[in-house]
């Protein structure tokens, strides 16, 4: 990627993203708007686990004996830096699923509390705390019903928190909501629960890269992250973040040697660096996906043009509905992924014609008896890419779909 300029682009030309764009495998003839849900990896980044993977393949027990521990370590670090925390608030896991299960064998319910999520929040978390009230006696889990239409930070807080009792202990709370794409006003939300006395955990996969993160600015007790969104690092990479007052609470669900013998684990860290003989290439391969969205495009050339991007896809769906969207026009809603109301129908059978007729992958989510489109954008997508969605939905559309 050497001779890739590196200057400021303008966050309009398709053109002028072309080199970067090409790092991106996307498959021929397909237009990918979906990396909100799966997030492909450049070719860079893919060399770099490719390398990894190599250097475990040709001498297993040099590589886990004495090269895995070392680089574990150093990746945590770049990626503690990234999130201005220290690396022992820090763990790799696999994914932000991952991640959540920790937090829920690690945050002890007693009988008759509660644990309160948003009716925005991802169906794989809600079944995770389920789980955790079906076996706490008299614990219950709580929906929060946030605004049909997203005004202020302080209405969202307002939304939430009257939902909270006398009994609520926890709250699990997207920073960037899934199926609706709306960043959360995450601080002010750990801020009020401070004051009640109302444990966080932060539901986060869509956050960094796409905005800044910080977890001890947010004063949250947990943030449950995937890296293989927005970072682009490859699959299977997430982390966990817990408060420093947790530690010693921490629970891993799966036990192992935690270190490498003849090392014995004397922190909770360190329960997650040896969770048994596995291909680790993802986690190692994070500090390169970092450098390449810090260092090389940029972080704000990066969010300037994926937001740019959005907004576009934002105007342009407006334009043909004519419904009016959920959040305001503003940085502080939405990043690089947005969504926006469609006309009533079948949500799966659109999508599933977007596909099959044009090759555009893009979720249409049905989500609190509405439909809508979530687009979300990365450095391989193009403001034609948004146009052909827009010419396929009119006429999807138009044949009431």
Same mark, same amino acid.
């Given at each position: ?21 090409d790092q991106w495998p996307i498959r021929s003839g397909t237009i990918y708007l979906n990396h909100g849900s799966f997030g492909p990896?450049?070719? =860079? ?51 932000? $699923? ?7 064998? $690690? ?8 644990? +309160? ?53 926890? +709250? ?5 909501? @899934? ?52 970072? @682009?690092? =490859? ?16 629970? $891993?669900?799966? +036990? ?13 860290w360190e329960e997650f660096v040896w969770t048994g003989t596995r291909d680790s290439s993802a986690y190692l391969a994070t500090p ?20 740019? +991007? ?19 026009? @503003? ?17 799966? @059978? ?52």
């Amino acid at each position: 990627m050497n001779d890739i300029d590196i200057r400021p682009l303008p966050v309009d030309d398709d053109a002028a993203w072309q080199p970067w764009r090409d790092q991106w495998p996307i498959r021929s003839g397909t237009i990918y708007l979906n990396h909100g849900s799966f997030g492909p990896t450049p070719r =860079p980044i893919r060399e770099c686990q490719l390398n990894w993977q190599q250097r475990l393949a040709s001498q297993p027990m040099d590589f886990f004996v004495r090269e895995y521990e070392p680089a574990w370590l150093d990746a945590r670090r770049r990626l503690a830096d990234f999130l201005d925390t220290a690396p022992d608030s820090l763990v790799f896991v696999e994914n932000a $699923t991952a991640a959540m299960n920790v937090a829920a064998s $690690t945050f002890e319910l007693q009988p008759d509390q509660d644990v +309160l999520l948003t009716d925005h929040e991802y169906g794989a978390v809600f079944r995770i705390w389920q789980r955790v009230c079906e076996q706490t006696p008299g614990a219950t889990l709580t929906t929060a019903r946030l605004p049909l239409s997203f005004e202020s930070a302080h209405q969202v807080v307002d939304y939430i928190f009257r939902a909270a009792t006398q009994r609520t202990r926890l +709250l699990v709370v997207s920073h960037i909501t @899934s199926p609706t794409a709306v960043i959360l006003p995450i601080k002010l939300i750990c801020e009020e629960a401070e004051r009640r006395g109302i444990a966080v955990c932060v539901d986060g996969p869509h956050a960094p890269g796409q905005i800044p993160v910080s977890p001890d600015s947010l004063s949250c007790d947990f943030y449950a992250a995937s890296l293989h969104k927005w970072v @682009s690092a =490859p699959f299977g990479s997430g982390f966990l973040y817990v408060a420093p007052e947790w530690h010693e609470r921490v629970r $891993t669900p799966s +036990l192992s040697w935690g270190r490498i013998a003849p090392a014995t684990p004397t922190t909770w860290w360190e329960e997650f660096v040896w969770t048994g003989t596995r291909d680790s290439s993802a986690y190692l391969a994070t500090p390169a996906a970092l450098d390449l969205l810090e260092h090389q495009v940029g972080l704000s050339a990066f969010r300037a043009r994926t937001h740019f +991007l959005a907004r576009y896809a934002r105007q342009q769906i407006i334009e043909l509905t004519g419904l009016e969207p959920f959040i305001p026009d @503003s940085e502080q809603w939405y990043g690089s992924m947005i969504s926006l109301p469609l006309p009533p129908g079948d949500a799966r @059978s659109l999508q599933e014609q977007l596909w099959e007729q044009y090759r555009i992958e893009v979720p249409v989510v049905e989500h609190n008896g509405r439909r809508s489109v979530r687009v979300s954008c990365h450095l391989y997508n193009r403001c034609e890419d948004i146009d052909f969605l827009i010419q396929c939905l009119k006429s999807l559309l138009q044949h009431a779909c």
